[in-house]
């Protein structure tokens, strides 16, 4: 397969997004790899924009290799999105993926919006890879970037069945369905039926006798134990928590999921902010319009993110159903894991601040925050701040600073490149 990178970092070979890629394409030598600096080359591709579309049109794969620039996209690559699509181009059918680095600031937009603009030209948009600007520099981040690309290469050959022989997996599917909602009830069996092999199982939470919703009574604080009675916390940590898949099945309720997943999500709190479902795949089944659902589409990414999982799905019609159960299966035979984006990255900070304040009373959350090392703070890091010192006296001094810009330059890329030579 031809790949075009393009590469819409301003710093041209010196990009750190460059470099996953790079990375990406040392490891898949049997695909024909490009690499054409259009951030760098902006100025003069706006005059004649051919030796870039010129490669796109050739190309089986655009590969947009980018970092997260205040939101969106850095400058360079937007003017030239922007002047592909004043000259009407179109790219009608041809595949586009996208790789980014950053610090996961808003990296949901910027995807958003090379998705949108991509679409509007013609490609059929990929989910990318959102890595952090250091995650080329650790084995997880390296194995995400290389799984990203072979869930990419999968995609695109149709997503053939994986022979890879594990499980069988378990999958639980929580739903509120109505004995009245007759298409929420088929696309769940549609979905059943798109999964051999699974053991898939059904919690309707209208069977389950809650006494009432979350009453913020902290009674749960010290050992996630509820106030209730009605055994909720041990109904969803043995039959739900312990499934391989979580899938939640809906009817669109006032722009929501409805008041009893709403009841579901509060009672968890039982759980406090321990992500104890990480790693594992989700996906949900929705009746309704999601389209029109901008708040609750976000709902739904934000929620898998949070718990750090991946989101194999939404399905909403029957494509879209029997798509998100070849990705759940896929995900679940390759353990695949993405990074978490800003939604999940953002929330996980807030709560990390929280719990360590509150460590004396929410103990169960302090217990798991210590054991899965999720008091990353950055005050902890410091070799790099005794470096970002010793840069900041470099560049204090006008002389100095000249000598030592390029010298930074090349010390940041230096450990990237390193990771290019040894793995
Ligand atoms: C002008 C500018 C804007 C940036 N904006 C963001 C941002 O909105 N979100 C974020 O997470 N990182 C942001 N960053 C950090 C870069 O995304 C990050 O350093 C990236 O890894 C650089 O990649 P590159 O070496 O490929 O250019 C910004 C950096 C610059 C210089």
Known sequence: MKILIVNGSPKGDHSITLHTCLYIQKHFPRHDFEVLHAGQKSAALLKDLSPLTEKMKEADLILFSYPVYTFLVPSQLHVLIEKMKEEKLSFEGKYMTQVTTSKHFYDVTAHR?????????????????SADMEDLLSEKGRKQALEFFRNVCWRMRGKPDLPVKKGPFEIVIVTDLKKEDRELGEKISLL???????????????????????????????????IYQDGFDTYLREKIQRADAIVYAFTVRDHSMGSLFKMYDDRQFCNGHRTVTAGSPMAYIVNGDLS???????????????GGNFLAGIGTDEASVRDTASCLTYALKTDYQVPRT?????????FRDLIFQMQGFMKADHKFFKQHGLYDFPQKRKGTILGMYLAGALFSNDKLRKKAAPQIREGMIGSYRKVLKDF
């Open 292 to 306: 029109r659902e901008e708040n609750l589409r976000l709902l739904l990414k934000a929620r898998a993110d949070m």
């Open 192 to 226: 059943k039926d798109c999964l051999p092999g699974m053991r898939v199982r059904v919690e309707n939470l209208r069977d389950f006798p809650f006494a009432g919703g979350c009453i913020g009574c902290m009674n749960c604080a010290p050992d996630g134990k509820c």
């Open 342 to 350: 800003f939604y999940g990255v953002g929330g996980s900070r807030i």
């Open 113 to 129: 919006f090379m998705e949108e603009n991509c679409r509007d030209l013609g490609m059929i948009c990929l989910p990318g890879l």
